[in-house]
């Protein structure tokens, strides 16, 4: 146990000189140094620290950029070993930085596997799935637009498979959501506007 703790507070004291900018851990699966990961997580619960809330903290990497949490690094750098093992310690998938993004929009641009996406799926709910970010766009929107690798619509199939849709698709939903939960006076007053309007432009057809 103190040996764990020592090692955890020399790790994070190495990182601090290396990296004076970062964030200890997020720089750890920033570099793909999947030891110093486990260690710096191993050690820190032998302190008696919340490794959830470590491992589901936004941070900053190398440069002191991102503002991004350890998992949304490693989803983005394609370190699939590194997701699993944030995921096994409860990494939090629901997340998200400044621009409202959780992990799934920052693995958009992977290209040689689809291990990533698979392990975020089967920790994420579907409001999280769909989830808009400031701009509007929802992570599938991102895989669409962007990602031009040759695994894009595997990728994407199994965001739908999961339930995902692209912003458009949900503003379609909400439409028609919206228009079912209307009063029934106001369906009414709908279904009359509706059958006066097609009455006018087909006089001689059937509304519907």
């Not at 920033?30 to 589901?56: F, N, T």
């Not at 619509?153 to 919206?178: P, Y």
């Not at 279904?191 to 057809?205: A, D, V």
């Amino acid at each position: 146990m103190t040996f764990l703790i020592k090692l955890y507070n020399d790790i994070i004291e190495e990182y601090r000189t290396e990296f004076p900018r970062g964030t200890p851990l997020v720089c750890a699966c920033e570099k793909g140094r999947k030891e110093d990961v486990e260690d710096i997580i191993r050690g820190a619960r032998a302190a008696g620290m919340d490794v959830k809330a470590m491992v589901s903290k936004l941070g900053t990497d190398s440069d002191g950029d991102s503002g991004w949490t350890p998992l949304m690094v490693a989803a983005s750098k394609e370190l699939s070993d590194i997701v699993k093992i944030l995921l096994d310690n409860n990494a939090d998938t629901a997340t998200t930085d400044e621009g409202g993004e959780n992990a799934l929009y920052t693995a958009w641009d992977n290209q040689t596997t689809t291990t990533i996406v698979r392990l975020l799926l089967n920790k994420m709910e579907l409001k999280d799935i769909n989830h808009k970010d400031t701009s509007g766009r929802v992570p599938l929107d991102l895989y669409y637009d962007f990602n031009t690798s040759p695994i894009k619509q595997q990728l994407i199939d199994l965001i739908r498979q999961k339930g995902g849709k692209r912003a458009s698709e949900l503003a379609e939903v909400e439409k028609i959501n919206g228009i079912r939960l209307l009063p029934k006076e106001k369906l009414e007053k709908l279904y009359n506007t509706l059958n006066e309007k097609y009455k006018k432009e087909f006089p001689n057809g059937t509304a519907l």
